[in-house]
């Protein structure tokens, strides 16, 4: 059974730093090259990509509002990370984790409808 878990959950101030890590178990997806990203969400609007990780190449792709000042990295087939410098209030929001296999290029990394399995989301407050 495939499980992923989000822990970092903050409140921070506009230009501060706050990491998330996802843990990904389950031998059903860590034996494969899967791929890994972080979505988020908040209330009234869909979720969104903001940045994804292929397992087996490395290759990575960012959402354009965090291009620049989040960083995913991935330290083994277990961990997931997302770095996000320079925080501002837009980046409020509920953040997840997701998981799926892996597929040519990054055009469909933004679309929640290409990952299998999800976490149950943590919650980034950025306010002064």
């Known amino acids: 059974q495939v499980q992923l878990q989000e822990s970092g959950p903050g409140l921070v101030k506009p230009s501060q730093t706050l990491s998330l890590t996802c843990t990904v178990s389950?031998?059903?997806?860590?034996?494969?090259?899967?791929?890994a990203s972080w979505f988020r969400q908040v209330p009234g609007k869909e979720r969104e990509g903001i940045s994804c990780?292929?397992?087996?190449?490395?290759?990575i792709w960012y959402r354009d509002s965090v291009k620049g000042r989040f960083n995913i990295s991935s330290a083994n087939k277990n961990l997931v990370y997302l770095q996000m410098n320079n925080l501002k209030p837009e980046d409020t929001a509920d953040y997840y984790c997701?998981?799926?296999?892996?597929?040519?290029?990054?055009?469909?990394?933004?679309?929640?409808?290409?990952?299998?399995?999800w976490g149950q989301g943590t919650q980034v407050i950025v306010s002064s």
């Open positions: 997701a998981a799926g296999p892996t597929r040519p290029g990054t055009s469909w990394m933004k679309s929640r409808l290409f990952f299998d399995y």
């Open positions: 990780i292929k397992r087996g190449n490395g290759v």
């Open positions: 389950g031998a059903s997806i860590t034996r494969l090259f899967y791929v």
